[in-house]
């Protein structure tokens, strides 16, 4: 029987409500306080009372996945951001210093503000993302939040507020239109923040119309979420839980695959009571469960937890399905694991569960070109090299042709690596290069046009 709970969300404003925080010394509350004006900062009542382990802070992995810390900021931009703090600056003036530290951190990384963006009758659509042929991404304009916030996510310019950086979908529901004429489409991901923060009516409005006909080419609807770490109460006794179950049943008996992708980063997320009851009822609904994570210093950068957290996946009937690189973007730094430690992590994991948990692929970086995964790290004729491979490409014929990198102890991501063999580019970048040179032109045009006819008008 698992209790109601009612959601609280903390930010940095709460943080002295937050008993088990007097911990904390008054440095690193002062800490926090400097890099919330950086990077977003959420937890909430279920994260601090269930999961974090307060005899083990501030190492403890899951305060490291919602608390901020000192060092994820560059020694040189804290103590900047300290110094503005302390001056006596107008609100402008902050401002403009909070947003030339945010530009530092990368913001955007992967071309996502501009290469990704489709097209319906010669206009943009808002709020969808088609890079890869068979699946189309959906940004919800009501769900570009979460239940907390991860301190290394790589969308986190949404959530400070930034208009800019943002992609949703808005009330003109073209998206639809687009989905419906692209029948090489096969599935949607239905992603954010996380779309399982808004209502069940709200989610309706999302799902419901894929059933419809016209959409027949879409089997499968995913939803990319991380509730089921941050908020599993959202299955069980929030008060339109049932809704939820009801919604996701909906969508299976009208013959769609449902596949929720979940977001877990270490196996306590995996351990409470109220996250193993919702992990029975969405299964209960006929939806499966796929579980992706990036792989982040200071929270799961360990074999041991990858192999404890992928055996309770299967146990618990959640199938294994990526590890990531962290992403070049905001404290980057402080999470980056080097490419050669992620594969023997990978590795070393991936040799110890059975063929079960092996349907998990990684270290695998999200970069402008495709997925990109680490395959191995050998020895040809004398050079030692990684093998990489495509899994998802921006042309699907890069897919599965090993290509090879120096080897190196540095690199944390696809463009720290240098071709091995002599050779002086990768097989896919001069096609990548052509590609992104059509891409911006294509979108200069677009931006040209809409503002003369928004002169005529
Ligand atoms: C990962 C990803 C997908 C989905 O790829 P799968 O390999 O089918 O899970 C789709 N679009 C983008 C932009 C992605 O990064
Ligand atoms: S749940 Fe996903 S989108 Fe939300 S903060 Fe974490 S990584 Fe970012």
Known sequence: MILKKKLKFYGIKDINQIPQLEHLSSDQKYAMQVISHILPFRTNNYLIEELIDWDNIPNDPIFQLTFLQKEMLEESLFERMSRALNGNHAPPELNQIIAEIRTELNPHPAGQLTANVPYYEGEVVNGIQHKYKETCLIFPAQGQTCHAYCTFCFRWPQFIGNADLKFATDESNRFQEYIKSHKELTNVLITGGDPMIMTASRLEKYLLPLLQPGFEHIHTIRIGTKSLAYWPYRFITDPDSDQILKLFEKVVKAGKSLAIMAHFNHWVELSTPVVKEAIRRIRNSGATIRAQSPLVKHINDDSSIWIRMWKTQVSMGIIPYYM???????????????????????????????????????????????????????EVNGEKVFVLNFIQGRNSSW???????????????????????????????????????????????????????????
């Open 324 to 378: 990531f690189m962290e992403r070049d973007t905001g404290a980057h730094a402080y999470f980056a694991v080097p490419i050669f430690k992620a594969f023997e992590i990978f590795r070393t994991a991936y040799t110890k569960v059975s063929g079960l948990a092996r349907t998990v692929r990684g270290p695998s970086m999200s970069a402008t070109p495709g997925k990109v995964v680490v395959d191995g790290i050998t």
């Open 399 to 457: 897919v599965k042709r090993p290509f090879f990198a120096k080897y190196s102890e540095t690199a944390t991501w696809l463009n720290h690596l240098e071709p091995a063999f002599g050779l002086n580019k990768f097989f896919y970048e001069d096609e990548m290069k052509f590609m992104a040179q059509r891409k911006s032109r294509d979108v200069k045009i677009e931006n040209d046009f809409n503002y003369h006819s928004k002169l005529r008008r």
